[in-house]
């Protein structure tokens, strides 16, 4: 099993930044992609970033440019730099570990929220 712990949310103006953090432990081993995702109310849960064990990145169009996700494995914990943020940007931010083999699991934390407002 694997425990995924977000912190840093909050409430920001716009053009403001945040960073997000989230602690992952248990089985950590064997995670192999960590990343985040969000949702917005009244919306579908979207991508926001991942990044790969191996530090590959991919992210949401909306993000691109603005955000950055980053992977200390030493620590255990996964990043998102959240730059220029915008008020669409207001969801709850989930953090996402995936193990891909031997066995396919998703786990998921238990959100943290970013509003940003003026």
């Known amino acids: 099993q694997v425990q995924l712990v977000e912190s840093g949310g909050g409430l920001v103006h716009p053009g403001g930044s945040l960073r997000l953090s989230c602690a992952a432990s248990?089985?950590?081993?064997?995670?192999?992609?960590m990343g985040w995702y969000r949702q917005a109310p009244g919306k579908q849960r979207e991508l926001v970033a991942v990044?790969?064990?191996?530090?590959?990145?991919n992210y949401g169009d909306s993000v691109k440019g603005r955000f950055t996700i980053s992977r200390d494995n030493t620590r255990n914990t996964v990043y998102l730099q959240m730059n220029s943020l915008k008020s669409e940007d207001t969801a709850v931010y989930y953090c996402?570990?995936?193990?891909?083999?031997?066995?396919?699991?998703?786990?998921w934390g238990q959100g943290t929220q970013v509003t940003v407002s003026s």
């Open positions: 990044v790969n064990r191996g530090g590959s990145t």
């Open positions: 996402n570990g995936v193990r891909v083999a031997p066995s396919p699991a998703s786990y």
């Open positions: 248990g089985s950590v081993f064997s995670i192999d992609v």
